[in-house]
């Protein structure tokens, strides 16, 4: 038998930081992800590579960036940029192979199928890309008595509602394959690789009946005022709407309660992420994508079971695949974290995040924040700062180096400073 550790790689769909309780949320949402990070090894400031999963997850498999898209077309025209920069790099499963582990993947979300290349290096791979419930089916049965709606407001809405129910790809609960996860883990030679995408996270925001502390009518009423528009009402809608996440959040830290149990023989070293964050309206917006705000870019990162301790340096989750190999290697982690981290989105928007600082540039705007205790983002004046900021961004693709002395310099004047 091998003397390497299992590792489980579990990444949660649209998980702040700030909903998790090794992350100071005290409101309880996180209590198995807690349990690990007691005794495991917490990164207070993990910055993911962008602000949703198209951004964030090619870059966390293979720690590079990816050309960005056209601007002016289509971000699904991202589908053959992502998969050739996938194909062509030597991702965390190829990295895991090569050790001697046995691989294998579970993931509901369509951004990170076999058809964006995430497939390779897996010995098993399940996408649920092939589980077809025949979308469209209000359409179709109204359709069949004589009604042509053409896709209207109400149609799209029942459309939703069935699609939700029927828990079709992106909406998939963590239950429906549970069992297919065990199965593998008992047939798996050892060591093993094992990684895990849940979109229970994600909205809409739709726990298990067990898990609502609310109303159904509350629940799909708020998730369809986000999906079909939020400029209204949103005194009445945006508790109801938080409260679902919260609920979802507490789902899928179950989730990892049920896991750990189950896995108790096998004793794997657990590596648990958000691949990005999500908006309530903080920056006037719902969702994920738009902005680098801390509630997109600032997720938790956690090793349960392997080395302990906080890491309150930034870290970037483009790093994650180095992490993965040091413990698979069983070597020291420390070095791997930098004075700053480096975030962008599909649009020509970048930046640079250090421990109490941010900058960010969105065309020719630029602005310069303090992050608080509280997390919050504060925009401050600091010339020198902003420059340095500047300069991650802009070249953050050159020599490694050159960038680690940038980032250094950076974190000097911060401290200087006392930003």
Request: aromatic share 10%.
């Amino acid at each position: 038998m091998s003397d390497q550790d299992n590792i489980i790689f579990l990444t949660v769909d649209s998980l702040r930081a700030d909903y998790c309780g090794f992350m100071d949320s005290t409101d309880g949402y996180t209590p198995t992800m807690d349990q690990l990070a007691e005794e495991g090894l917490v990164f207070e400031n993990a910055i993911a590579p962008g602000p949703a999963t198209l951004d964030s997850m090619p870059v966390i498999f293979s720690g590079d960036y990816y050309p960005r898209p056209d601007p002016e077309t289509s971000v699904l025209d991202s589908q053959e940029l992502i998969e050739d920069h996938m194909r062509a790099r030597d991702t965390i499963p190829e990295r895991l192979s090569r050790r001697g582990y046995e691989t294998a993947a579970f993931t509901t979300n369509p951004w990170t199928s076999r058809q964006f290349g995430f497939d390779d290096g897996f010995d098993h791979f399940e996408d649920f890309m092939d589980v077809d419930r025949s979308p469209g089916q209000i359409s179709q049965l109204l359709e069949r008595v004589g009604i042509d709606d053409k896709g209207g407001p109400a149609v799209d809405a029942l459309e939703l509602v069935s699609n939700w129910r029927q828990e079709d790809n992106m909406f998939q609960s963590w239950e429906t394959f549970y069992d297919d996860i065990i199965s593998w883990t008992k047939q798996a030679e050892e060591p093993y690789f094992l990684w895990i995408f849940l979109v229970d996270a994600h909205m809409p925001f739709l726990p298990a009946d067990d898990f609502r502390s609310q109303s159904l009518l509350a629940t799909y009423a708020a998730n369809l005022w986000l999906y079909l528009g939020n400029e209204f009402l949103e005194s009445i809608f945006r508790p109801s709407l938080i409260t679902a996440y919260e609920d979802t959040v507490m789902y899928s830290d179950t989730f990892l309660s049920q896991l750990t149990d189950d896995l108790a023989d096998d004793d794997p070293t657990y590596v648990i992420h958000g691949d990005h964050g999500e908006e309530f309206g903080e920056q006037g917006v719902y969702g994920h994508g738009a902005h680098l705000s801390e509630e997109m870019i600032h997720t938790p990162l956690v090793v349960g079971n392997g080395p302990s301790g906080q890491i309150d340096q930034p870290f970037s989750l483009a790093d994650l695949p180095l992490l993965l190999e040091r413990l698979a290697d069983d070597d020291d982690v420390d070095d791997l974290p930098q004075p700053v981290a480096y975030t962008r989105n599909q649009n020509p928007m970048g930046a640079a995040r250090g421990n109490s600082w941010k900058y960010v540039i969105d065309g020719n705007e630029e602005t310069l924040y303090r992050i608080t205790e509280t997390n919050e983002a504060v925009e401050i004046r600091n010339s020198e700062l902003q420059r340095l900021g500047r300069d991650v961004v802009t070249r953050w693709q050159d020599d490694e180096s050159e960038r680690r002395e940038i980032a250094r310099a950076a974190r000097e004047v911060a401290d200087e400073r006392h930003v």
